[in-house]
């Protein structure tokens, strides 16, 4: 019998401190420390970010061995977020991770926070066939990506700007919603008429994405509203946000469509924070329903940031050998 490999995972990438435990594939705990400091600025500030990272990395480390019933000296490996992210956030988590695996003696393993947004799909049970095609859309990216069965990772289209998730937000912010935006933008959704109003769509070619002009038409259409009716907001809050979120879905879809067909693939699937979308979760199970392919959506605690998925992506190295070294940097791209 082989021995089983218990796994501590760390995420610092962006505003999130998360720790999380996995053995032999799966999730003993996943710990996540939102930064609540951010909300007034209307978005991430790296600074106070970076400094609460520092604040809450101990406990947010203790609490998941502690729920994993996981003593420190029962690690086979430490892994953390090498790349993408804010710099002064990685640092922290990179700092942390290198010290305990040095500590403990035990292999350092890095990982790509793209990459660990697709491998959250194997998380739960059933898991996607290979080729598996993501959507990935966070506050920072917006992808699609072929994951092959020998691990290789094809990009297939990315947004040219702003990434998916900044668009609800950027959005959320003209409305007056403080930072995140997006998932107020959903709740508010709920209620509200899709085709209200008409946004233009961008047409940017191939599977690539295109969502700055998006923020600039929601301006000028909400400042000509508002010339108007200055309770023009408030008086129709849930119509704006149904049709401002049905926009930004409609353009991920149709590209996420294209791009299934072109490329033959059957196995689909949406990662990151905007995975969460409630409208975007159900047009994903319809495209799948229309045309018979195998849909994958994460439970929520996997969508956004969190460690759970930093520490399955590291399993599948832990497994290849792929470890790293005390040199290692972290990078922002
Ligand atoms: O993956 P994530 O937690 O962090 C990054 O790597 O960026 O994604 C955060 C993004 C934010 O832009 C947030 O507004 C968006 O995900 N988001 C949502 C929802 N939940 C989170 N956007 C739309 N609807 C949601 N329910
Ligand atoms: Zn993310």
């Not at 929601?218 to 401002?244: E, P, Q, V």
Request: net charge negative.
């Amino acid at each position: 019998m082989t021995a089983s490999v218990t796994i501590l995972a760390i995420e610092s990438s962006c505003d999130d401190t998360a720790a999380a435990v996995l053995r032999d594939g799966v999730v003993l705990s996943n710990v996540v420390a939102n930064q609540l400091v951010h909300e007034k600025y209307g978005g991430v500030v790296p600074e106070l970010a970076s400094r609460a990272h520092q604040k809450n990395i101990v406990p947010v480390v203790d609490m998941a061995l502690k729920q994993a019933q996981v003593r420190l000296e029962e690690l086979n490996a430490v892994a953390f977020t090498c790349s993408p992210g804010l710099i002064g956030s990685l640092l922290v988590g990179t700092g942390f991770a290198k010290a305990l695996a040095l500590s403990l003696n035990v292999p350092l393993i890095a990982v790509n926070h793209m990459e660990a947004h697709v491998m959250a799909h194997f998380i739960a049970q059933p898991s996607p066939q290979f080729p598996f095609m993501c959507l990935t859309v966070s506050g920072g990216h917006t992808l699609i990506q072929i994951l092959h069965a020998d691990g290789h990772m094809e990009n297939i289209g990315q947004t040219l700007d702003d990434a998916a998730g900044e668009a609800f937000d950027k959005c959320a912010k003209l409305l007056g919603l403080p930072y995140p935006g997006g998932p107020l933008i959903d709740k508010y959704a709920q209620n509200g008429n899709p085709n209200a109003f008409a946004f233009p769509v961008s047409s940017v070619s191939g599977f690539d994405f295109s969502f700055s002009g998006l923020k600039t038409s929601f301006l000028n259409f909400l400042k000509s509203r508002m010339a108007d009716n200055s309770d023009f907001i408030s008086n129709h809050l849930a119509d704006i946000c149904a049709s401002i979120q049905h926009t930004i879905i409609q353009q991920l879809i149709i590209k996420f469509e294209q791009a299934a067909t072109k490329y033959g693939v059957t196995h689909l699937g949406i990662a990151g924070g905007v995975s969460a979308n409630s409208g975007l979760r159900a047009a994903v199970a319809q495209l799948g329903v229309r045309h018979g392919w195998n849909t994958y959506v994460p439970a929520f605690e996997y969508c956004t940031d969190n460690a759970a998925m930093i520490a399955m992506a590291a399993w599948h190295k832990y497994r290849k050998n792929e470890f790293s070294d005390l040199t290692i940097t972290p990078s922002a791209k």
